[in-house]
């Protein structure tokens, strides 16, 4: 896992960086940054939909995903729960909107799902040194508009990579492409609802959307029983 490691150390690093930036940037450039990265957001997941849409053996699994995780995620009211977690640290800087975005950039991703995969299975750690110095870079921008807090996100990458390796390595080869191109596309649409929301073009529950994403394993697995 020393990819999984590399990437953390650049989300830690390059959070520590935009916080000292953080001091130093008028709220003007602070608005500016969140509004390119807002805008990067969009763009990756509009690529993340467009791109893997075209693979799709299961057109309209993306909806049922967003349907269904969304409505299991309005149950278990994620989003207020979160809220009330990280607004004990934020100090008013809406740290749970910009932890919730770089959660989503962190671990949606192509690089970030191939990445474990690639290093568990072939022993090669290129997507994921490559991803950790993507993942450094928009550390940089996130920390100096939200804070040091970003640097929690790292818990997440490390669970969600340490996950994927380890079932990559107890599956072998029974991984299913298929299952990954559709949690892409989820996590595409994902990633462009915070965009939407960082633009402030329109606030969406992205945090309550977040079971969306077990739903495309699930429902794979189930089609390719039958």
Not at 27 to 47: D, F, H, K, S
């Amino acid at each position: 896992m020393i990819g999984t490691f590399f990437n953390v150390a650049m989300i830690i690093g390059g959070s520590i960086l935009g916080r000292f930036l953080h001091k130093g940037i008028k709220p003007e450039y602070q608005r500016i940054l969140t509004q390119g990265l807002g805008l990067a957001a969009m763009v990756i997941g509009i690529n993340a939909v467009v791109v893997n849409m075209a693979k799709s053996n299961y057109p309209v699994m993306f909806i049922v995903s967003l349907a269904v995780g969304g409505l299991f995620g309005e149950w278990l009211n994620l989003e207020k729960k979160f809220d009330d977690l990280v607004g004990k640290f934020s100090g008013g800087n809406n740290l749970a909107e910009g932890l919730a975005t770089a959660i989503l950039l962190y671990c949606i991703g192509s690089l970030s799902i191939l990445g474990p995969i690639q290093e568990a299975l072939e022993h090669d750690s290129t997507f994921l040194f490559t991803n950790g110095m993507l993942d450094g870079i928009t550390s940089v921008v996130l920390a100096s508009t939200f804070g040091l807090g970003i640097a929690f996100a790292a818990v997440a990458v490390f669970v969600w990579q340490g996950s994927i390796y380890a079932i990559a390595l107890l599956l072998q080869n029974s991984i299913n492409t298929d299952m990954i191109t559709e949690l892409t596309i989820v996590g595409g649409i994902l990633i462009l609802a915070s965009g939407l929301g960082l633009l402030e073009i329109k606030k969406i529950s992205v945090l309550n959307l977040l079971p969306s994403l077990v739903i495309p394993i699930i429902g794979v697995m189930l089609l390719q029983l039958f």
